[in-house]
């Protein structure tokens, strides 16, 4: 907006120079630190939550030409650094053997919604590519955040370059949340649904009638806990360790595998992304490394703030015209994949007499994550099926980045 007017007296088109670090880095963690406040302090920011904060400032600030749209530190330090080390302490609770041994029946109807993700990224790019750009880049991340999560999402973003539709994207997507939620929690009520499926969590939640002390476990999710000098100094370690692994491992496979016709562009696409190997070697190790990764206090904090730093970032080149003129197509997309992985979930629910809940929570769960479903189920006073929902959402970590990097690779060969 004030470009041309700081070109003319500054000799740049922002306020701050893209080169100025330090003045980028500040207002960059100032913005994280005030959206994490908002979100933890009052409840508008909470519904809004404090990532599509993070973004909004960051769009305002681009749009306004106080920050550039693209710099060193966004590219090298957020997207280079930020971005692969959050993954492997996010993903420190993926412990495969307590995944499938404590999930239940629960594990079988977050396949059939993440199936139906899948099955929803296809009809949606037939229906709506010739009028979207990189659809395929969306297709691909759109796939991982609703199986998995954010991680995810910014794994694959910087794997097929998303550039400024990742921002636009994020928008739609949280516009359609909001509705979402608001759709779950109506059908938990209507008697359509309390007719056709059974549903003994809601009828005990009924009887007692009381769910204070749910909501007051939802309100300390983020609550403060011990952690120690040490704590973070392992965690740093850990997490740079997977990474290097990773690139080593795809470094090598790339070299192995030519990108040449359409089978060996997707097993080069795939096993040839860092990301896949940063999922499967933390994986690894926090399912053959419980009792270590266990003592490491402190990792869903420090992982999910490099995330914070990221959704910052990948608002900063999203022009708000083009987010006008993009968000609306890219609503339609995004709404498609979460019609058909709810007609999944819904339908293969009822066809194998799934409870009104489980299905709720595991689309829940591939959708807006872990922990919106384990919020959704502590909210409402389910509180037997958060522990579940909780490791097969972050089961959806795991497989997310796999199944992303797979649909953006058939669709963009």
Not at 101 to 106: P, Q, V, Y
Not at 247 to 273: C, Q
Not at 389 to 408: D, H, P, Q, S, W
Request: charged fraction near 10%.
């Amino acid at each position: 907006m004030f470009a041309a007017y700081f070109m003319d007296t500054l000799g740049r088109e922002s306020l701050i120079a893209a080169d100025d670090t330090w003045a980028l880095l500040a207002l960059l963690v100032v913005s994280v630190a005030l959206a994490i406040w908002l979100e933890q302090k009052y409840i508008w920011a909470s519904k809004i939550s404090g990532a599509i904060i993070a973004l909004l400032i960051a769009l305002a600030a681009s749009n306004l030409s106080i920050i550039p749209t693209s710099c060193p530190l966004y590219d090298e330090v957020i997207w280079g650094y930020a971005v692969p080390l959050g993954i492997p302490l996010l993903l420190l609770e993926c412990n495969m053997k307590k995944i499938w041994r404590e999930t239940g029946r629960m594990m079988v109807i977050f396949l059939i919604g993440a199936a139906g993700t899948v099955a929803g990224a296809f009809v949606a790019y037939a229906l709506l590519h010739p009028f979207i750009p990189q659809l395929e880049a969306v297709a691909a991340m759109m796939t991982g955040s609703y199986i998995g999560g954010g991680v995810n999402f910014a794994a694959l973003a910087t794997e097929f370059d998303a550039g400024e539709i990742a921002g636009a994207a994020t928008v739609a997507d949280n516009l359609l949340m909001a509705l979402y939620f608001f759709a779950l929690l109506l059908f938990a009520g209507m008697k359509f649904f309390r007719r056709h499926y059974t549903h003994p969590h809601i009828d005990a939640v009924a009887k007692s009638g009381d769910l204070k002390g749910a909501q007051t476990q939802a309100a300390a999710y983020w609550s403060r806990k011990d952690i120690s000098l040490k704590d973070i100094a392992m965690n740093v370690a850990y997490s740079t360790a997977v990474v290097f692994a990773a690139k080593l491992i795809s470094a090598g496979i790339s070299a192995l595998i030519p990108d040449t016709g359409v089978v060996l562009h997707m097993l080069h696409t795939f096993f040839g992304s860092e990301y896949v190997w940063i999922t499967t070697v933390a994986m690894a190790c926090a399912t053959w490394g419980e009792k270590q990764t266990a003592k490491l206090a402190g990792s869903q904090e420090i992982g999910t703030y490099f995330i914070y730093l990221f959704l910052f970032v990948i608002g900063v080149p999203a022009s708000i015209s083009k987010i006008l003129t993009e968000t609306p197509l890219l609503l339609a997309f995004t709404a498609i994949m979460v019609v058909v992985n709810m007609l999944f979930c819904f339908v293969g629910g009822k066809l194998l007499h799934f409870d009104l809940e489980d299905i709720i929570l595991a689309s829940n769960a591939n959708i807006g994550g872990p922990t919106t479903a384990a919020g959704m189920a502590i909210s409402q006073g389910w509180s037997a099926l958060v522990g579940p929902v909780m490791l097969v959402g972050t089961f959806g970590y795991v497989i997310g980045t796999y199944l992303g990097i797979l649909v953006g690779g058939i669709l963009g060969a």
